[in-house]
């Protein structure tokens, strides 16, 4: 039986499986690495975050976007947007690096068993470990609005089901949004001769602003430091303090978890986007239905007038809500048996990252109900990774003991053969 499988290999799966096999633990990961940047993402698209704020994490920090920037014989720079491909292959170098092999099958059921969990492939092998770690990503958790749910798939999709846009060149494409998934696909979309229009509920698009210098007087870092969710006091908190988040009532943490870094574009895009792109604002989809080939939308204003728009195709940039009535993989009875967080059916995770079940931790946008807006970004893995792995071995009882640190010196050699 293995002390730990992590079952995801995206940013936060990786770091875990890092931080877990420099402690010395017996483990698996199952998943295909970075597969939402990989299949899920159109060329073109760049990362919002800042390079420095878009690290995997391993335990002794060597295998940073950085590193692997310099292997490329280049720089990943403060205010210059990287493409997404890019980020992808950091990750898969990163996996070869700083992680052990990762099994590519995916995990289709997690049931609770004398002693820890049995898990199940894709192809029926069975698995027992003492403890999982769910790092699932956000695909199992697309939010598509409730109208368009009726369509067919040939008639809406949710933005992340595209790694390809080209299908749609010469057409019409409606797309639902106001953040940066929306506006981005739309200037993409408009960018190879696609007739697009975006409409969103909000009064106005929001566009996030040239970030300042990393190095400035101190006066201005003060008054509005740089962190990995941007600059200011309040991201500050979200970013580096999410132990302090999880403390809060969980009406304050379900308000801000709502609300806090609302839908916004990258400023890199606007110039793109503002020439290109009709804009209905104050609107949302009140009915769709088919129509001759087509989809009729009936979009309302906030001033009660309805419209009527014929489209061929519908694209909700609508985001990833977590909830446990979306986790199918996990066993009914243990689903239901999981506390969740305030009025949601996101499950509660403690102070190390472990649901109310012993030994089934959470990592990613899954944890992000208890910790907070840092844990839907790359930037939260890092705080995850240490204290998820901590939470590990103090459940199946490892301390750092010979075979630990025989681990440890093997993976410290083979950092400074990678440098070299």
């Known amino acids: 039986m293995h002390d ?65 920037a310099a292997t490329r014989g280049t720089e990943a720079r403060h205010g210059v947007p990287l493409p997404v491909g890019f980020f992808a292959s950091y990750g898969l170098w990163f996996a070869e690096r700083a992680a052990p092999p990762v099994d590519e099958r995916t ?15 894709e192809d029926g092998e069975t698995v027992l470990t003492r403890t999982v770690a769910l790092a699932v990503g956000v695909m199992p958790f697309i939010d598509i609005p409730a109208p368009l749910r009726g369509l067919a798939p040939e008639q809406v999709t949710h ?16 797309v639902i949004g106001a953040g940066q998934a929306a506006l981005e696909t739309a200037a993409l979309l408009s960018e190879q001769g696609t007739t697009v229009r975006v409409v969103a509920r909000s009064s106005r698009l929001v566009w996030n602003t040239l970030p300042p210098p990393r190095q400035r007087p101190v006066g201005e870092s003060l008054r509005a430091p740089h962190t990995g969710l941007g600059c200011g006091w309040k991201n500050w908190l979200y970013a580096e303090t999410p132990g302090i988040f999880r403390r809060l009532p969980e009406s304050t943490r379900a308000r801000i978890f709502t609300s806090a870094l609302g839908p916004a574009g990258a400023w890199w895009l606007r110039e793109r986007f503002e020439p290109a792109v009709e804009v209905r604002l104050g609107e949302s989809v009140a009915a769709a239905e088919p129509a001759g080939g087509r989809v009729r939308l009936e979009l309302i204003a906030t001033t009660g007038r309805v419209e009527t728009v014929e489209t061929d195709h519908v694209i909700a940039a609508t985001g990833f809500t977590p909830g446990l009535e979306r986790l199918g993989l996990l066993d009914d009875e243990l689903r239901g048996a999981l506390r969740t967080v305030g009025a949601g059916s996101a499950p509660e995770a403690s102070a190390v990252f472990e649901s109310s079940h012993p030994g089934l931790f959470l990592a990613g946008l899954l944890s992000a109900p208890s910790f907070g807006p840092s844990m839907r970004f790359v930037y939260g893995a890092s705080y995850t990774a240490e204290r998820l792995v901590a939470g590990v071995r103090r459940r199946v009882g490892l301390r750092v003991g010979p075979l630990a640190k025989v681990r440890q010196r093997q993976g410290a050699d083979s950092e400074r053969s990678t440098v070299a």
């Not at 997690?110 to 820890?116: F, K, T």
């Not at 933005?159 to 409606?174: E, W």
């Open 159 to 174: 933005s992340s089901h595209h790694a390809d846009l080209t299908p749609f060149a010469g057409r019409d494409v409606t």
């Open 4 to 68: 730990l499988v992590v079952v995801g290999a995206g940013p936060y799966g990786l770091s875990v499986a890092s931080h877990a096999a420099a402690a010395g633990l017996d483990l698996r990961v199952f998943g295909r690495p970075m597969a939402s940047w990989r299949d899920h993402m159109p060329p073109g698209m760049f990362l919002k975050s800042e390079p420095w704020a878009s690290n995997l994490s391993d335990p002794k920090g060597t295998f940073r976007l950085a590193a692997y």
């Open 107 to 121: 995990i289709t059921a997690v049931r609770p068993c004398p002693g820890g969990f049995r898990l199940t492939t």
